[in-house]
């Protein structure tokens, strides 16, 4: 499941691009357009951090689409959430690759007017592709991550992740370890590809024309490519661990309308039972009031507002 307490560098980390890399059409021969850039820049222990753009690119998956948001819709396996705003709907969706992301990965920048710009069908086979491709050619155990740019849950700002990985660890288990005081560690898995992929895109930007970068000083995370837990899907959480599968006002209206299906399946009290006097003096607070739980209630639909999505409390409603 990883490499326990292997991802701590025993001095430093050098981050830089590899400068030469134009543009890449269909058909290209990625690893040979990186090993012409890399000359003799390449050291044994080095990952390779490639923006996925280029991947795709050069697996053709740039597809003519007059309209992005079908295009979006095609690629959609599960809606996890949507955001009307001035410019549009802004749709969290997991794709056909497993990862929860906008848009569904689907990118329209930076490619000819009219197309549209698919993730690779299997990072992670891009990744052993490329990563076996530049091993036989350099002799160099070498890593390969695909990247690619993500918002996240939380937080403001988006950051590079890790959607493919060969001859690489994606996580570091330092469960069963224990910390500099001496306590043991029962939680704590680090998401180290995504560490990389967030430390190189800091040098790669988003425009200055830079799709690759060489991490240097993690060797000991670089291993076999055929590794059974070191491809990048092993990232990704399943649907039974996952607690935010949904948005929040999607997970409000979720429980608005089982609440409703619940309230109209519930039997009405006659008339007489209502009226009828209780046989013994009931005790607590809405007992003794009279006042009604606020449980009982009625709630109001979940609403969008400028300030986002507006929940009703209870209480507030009128009878």
Known sequence: MGVSGAARPDSRLEVFVLPGIGEIRAGDDLAAIILAATGTLLADGDILAVTSKIVSKAEGRQVAATDREQAITDETVRVVATRAHPGGVTRIVENRQGLVMAAAGVDASNVTEGTVLLLPVDPDASARALCTAVREATGLRVGVL??????????????????????????????????????????????????????????????????????????????????????????????????????????????????????????????????????????????????????????????????????????????
């Open 146 to 319: 695909i990247t690619d740019t993500v918002g996240r849950p939380w937080r403001d700002g988006q950051t590079d992740i890790a959607i493919g990985a060969a001859g690489v660890a994606v996580l570091d288990d330092l469960r069963g370890t224990t910390d500099a005081h001496g306590r043991r560690l029962d939680v704590t898995v680090a998401a180290v590809a995504d560490e990389i992929a967030g430390a190189a895109d800091l040098i790669k930007g988003k425009t200055s024309g830079n799709p690759v970068a060489v991490v240097r000083g993690l060797a000991q995370l670089v291993g076999p490519i055929d590794a059974g837990d070191r491809g990048a899907r092993r990232l990704l959480r399943d649907s039974a661990n996952d607690m935010f599968r949904v948005g929040s006002a999607e997970a409000y209206a979720e429980g608005y309308a089982a609440g409703l299906e619940a309230a109209a399946t519930r039997e009405i009290p006659s008339a007489e039972s209502r009226q009828s006097p209780p046989s013994e003096l009931p005790t607590g607070h809405f007992a003794a009031t009279r006042e009604t739980p606020a449980s009982d209630l009625p709630v109001a639909a979940p609403s969008d507002s400028a300030d986002g999505p507006e929940v009703a409390t209870r209480g507030t409603a009128s009878r």
